[in-house]
Each structure stands twice: as structure tokens, then as C-alpha cells.
């Protein structure tokens, strides 16, 4: 089942609609690290994103313990303290996507979904299984509805997609017609319930190999 979040009024920032459907802002890959004021970071582009009617960002990585090196092959990776999340918090998001390749640590993943959901942020791409990390992710503004699927085809460790009892992230891999198809299938049926869908994925080139840590 969709995870459906209808959305309040937004504040008016004085935006003039160009059209009568809500405004949508995607972003890309947000990760923030080692902010003395998170809520700042986007200080210059705030007055921008707050405009948007729906505001999904995608969220790279977790919000899970400050410092040290989480991320195996990964040279000085490390995820956010779970204080970073007021950066997000300061922009209005609406909804993230989780499914990164950089989103890893079943323990790191679980604690950055609780963080998220103690913030009053919904997300997509990740989760507690299988089942829930591929669920999309309908947000709601004035009776207009839109769907979000993530997916990554890029993993740090074969243990890092949810399975049917571990935590992790929506995987597939493109090499692998059937798994193609399932996406196909995942998007045209969120079609007849939304007014529009947005799929995102986290893909390289094609030389790079899916199926096992890079």
C-alpha cells in the first residue's frame, strides 16, 4: 500500500501559480555533514525551495551517528549525525527518497527511517523490508496527488537491499529483465492512483557491475 500523506497549505512566499495544478520541486542529492547550524545550509535558495507546493529531495545517505568511516570501500565516508535533519526540516521537505547506494548499515538505516518519522517527514526507497522499502510514496496538495518510487542499481555490499526480514534499501538491478518489468508494473500501477508519478533512480554507466560492492 502506498504510504499517502495528504499536505497541509503551504505558506505564502508569494509564488504566482503558472498553472492550476501544485508546483513540485525535485532536488538532488542532499548531505549534509558536520553543520554547526544545519537549519542554515540552505539559507541561500530557501526562499526558492519553500515556494514549491510539494518539495522532495533525495536524501543521501543516513542520519546516524556523527563521524568515523560507515561506509566499506568508501574513503572517508560517514553519515550524518541525526541533527542534520533540521536542514530539512528548515526547507519545508515534503518527502525524501532513501534508495542510495551510500544508505547502508541495517542498524544506520533503521535509525535514520525512525528519524525521518519522529521529524514528520514520509519517505520512499527504504525500509524495515522488502515490502515497505518498495512502496511508493504519495503526497497530496489540494485534492492533486503525486506518486514516488525510488530505486538504486548501485550497492556498497550484497547485504544492503531489503529483503523479507533485514532492513535496507529498494534494489534492482537493470541487467536483469524481470526486474525491469517489476518496476514497469510498480509505476503503472501507482499511474491509476495518483495524478502524476516521479520514479528516481541511482544508477552509473552500464560498465559498472550491480551485483556485487564496487
Given amino acids: 500500500m502506498p504510504k499517502h500523506f495528504p499536505l497541509a497549505d503551504p505558506i505564502d512566499w508569494g509564488l504566482v501559480p503558472l498553472a ?69 526540516l528548515a526547507i519545508g521537505v515534503n518527502g525524501v527518497g532513501c534508495a542510495n547506494n551510500v544508505t547502508f548499515g541495517e542498524e544506520a538505516i533503521l535509525h535514520s527511517l525512525s528519524v525521518l518519522k519522529r521529524s514528520g517527514i514520509p519517505q520512499c526507497g527504504a525500509g524495515n523490508n522488502i515490502m515497505t522499502a518498495n512502496e511508493p510514496l504519495v503526497l497530496e496538495r489540494s485534492g492533486f496527488q503525486i506518486g514516488f518510487l525510488q530505486r538504486t542499481a548501485l ?31 510498480a509505476v503503472s500501477a501507482l499511474k491509476t492512483q495518483v495524478d502524476v508519478v516521479v520514479f528516481s533512480h541511482h544508477l552509473r554507466n552500464t560498465g559498472t557491475k550491480v551485483t556485487e560492492p564496487y
Fill in 20 to 88: 492550476d495544478e501544485p508546483t513540485c520541486v525535485l532536488t538532488g542529492d542532499i548531505n549534509l555533514q558536520d553543520r554547526q547550524e544545519p537549519a542554515r545550509a540552505f539559507r541561500h535558495v530557501v526562499s526558492t525551495l519553500r515556494q514549491a507546493d510539494v518539495l522532495f529531495a533525495n536524501l543521501e545517505g543516513c542520519l546516524y551517528r556523527p563521524g568515523g568511516e560507515d561506509i566499506p570501500d568508501k574513503v572517508s565516508w560517514r553519515h550524518s549525525d541525526e541533527s542534520m535533519v533540521a536542514g530539512l
Fill in 155 to 185: 550497492l556498497h555490499g550484497l547485504d544492503q537491499p531489503a529483503t523479507e526480514g533485514r532492513a535496507g534499501v529498494a534494489y534492482f538491478n537493470p541487467e536483469e529483465n524481470s526486474e525491469l518489468e517489476k518496476i514497469y508494473d
